[in-house]
C-alpha cells in the first residue's frame, strides 16, 4: 500500500514568516499533486509535477518534485492570512490506475 | 478544468434513515470518485463510480451501506444507507481521467446523524 506522510500535521505561524511542507513516501509516483481547501468547500489544485526534480513556482508557492520520485515540498514564501488552510498533496501511483494517494494534511493557519 | 456542484451542501438526518447526495458536473468526464472526510482531515476514497457498470469499492466500503449511480458521463449519485452518527462526515464528489490523474472537487455536504 502506498503511504504519503506530511510534515507537520499543524502550523501557526505569523504573517510575512516563510514555511515548508513536506510530502515524504517510500513508493515512486508517477506525478504528484498538490491542494488546498478551505474550510467549507472542496479540495482546490494548485500544482501538478511530473519529473524528477522538477520545480513549479505559483507566485509565493514553490513546490519541487524528488529526484527519485518519491516525496514533494511545498515552500510559501513571506505567508499571509489568505493562504491558510488544509494543504494536501496526492500522488499518481506508478502502477495503472485512475485513482490518487492523498496524504495525512497540513493544516496552516497565518496569523495577521 | 470541470466544474462540479452537490446537492445537498448540508443536512442533519435521524440513524437509520438514509440520505442521497448528487454530484453533478459541468462537462463529461470518464471518472468520477466519492470520498469521505472528517473535518480537517484528510480524504478517504471510498468508491470510483464508472459510468455504465457497477462502482469500484475501496477496502472497507460496501455498495449496501453506500450504493452509487452512475446513469451518464456527468452525473453521480452516492447514497449513504441506514446512517449512524458514525457517518458523520463530509462527503465530496471529484471528476478525474486526465493524463496526471488530476481531480476537481465539489464544495462537498456536510452530513450529521442524531
Known amino acids: 500500500t502506498q503511504l504519503l506522510e506530511q510534515s507537520p500535521q499543524f502550523l501557526s505561524i505569523q504573517e510575512g514568516e516563510n514555511l515548508t511542507v513536506y510530502c515524504n513516501s517510500s513508493s515512486v509516483f508517477s506525478s504528484l499533486q498538490w491542494y488546498r481547501q478551505e474550510p467549507g468547500e472542496g479540495p482546490v489544485l494548485l500544482v501538478t509535477v511530473v519529473t524528477g526534480g522538477e520545480v513549479k513556482k505559483l507566485k509565493r508557492l514553490t513546490f519541487q518534485f524528488g529526484d527519485a520520485r518519491k516525496d514533494s515540498s511545498l515552500h510559501i514564501t513571506a505567508a499571509q492570512p489568505g493562504d491558510t488552510g488544509l494543504y494536501l498533496c496526492?500522488?499518481?501511483?506508478?502502477?495503472?490506475?485512475?485513482?490518487?494517494?492523498f496524504g495525512t494534511g497540513t493544516r496552516l493557519q497565518v496569523f495577521p | 478544468s470541470a466544474v462540479i456542484s452537490q446537492k445537498p451542501s448540508r443536512d442533519i438526518c435521524q440513524r437509520g434513515t438514509s440520505l442521497t447526495i448528487q454530484c453533478q458536473v459541468d462537462s463529461q468526464v470518464t471518472m468520477m470518485f466519492w470520498y469521505r472526510q472528517q473535518p480537517g482531515q484528510s480524504l478517504t476514497l471510498i468508491a470510483t463510480a464508472n459510468q455504465g457498470s457497477e462502482a469500484t469499492y475501496e477496502s472497507g466500503f460496501v455498495i449496501d451501506k453506500f450504493p452509487i449511480s452512475r446513469p451518464n458521463l456527468t452525473f453521480s449519485t452516492l447514497t449513504v444507507s441506514n446512517m449512524s452518527p458514525e457517518d458523520s462526515s463530509i462527503y465530496l464528489c471529484s471528476s478525474g481521467g486526465s493524463s496526471y490523474n488530476e481531480q476537481f472537487f465539489g464544495p462537498g455536504t456536510r452530513l450529521t446523524v442524531l
Open positions: 496526492a500522488g499518481a501511483p506508478s502502477y495503472n490506475t485512475d485513482k490518487l494517494i
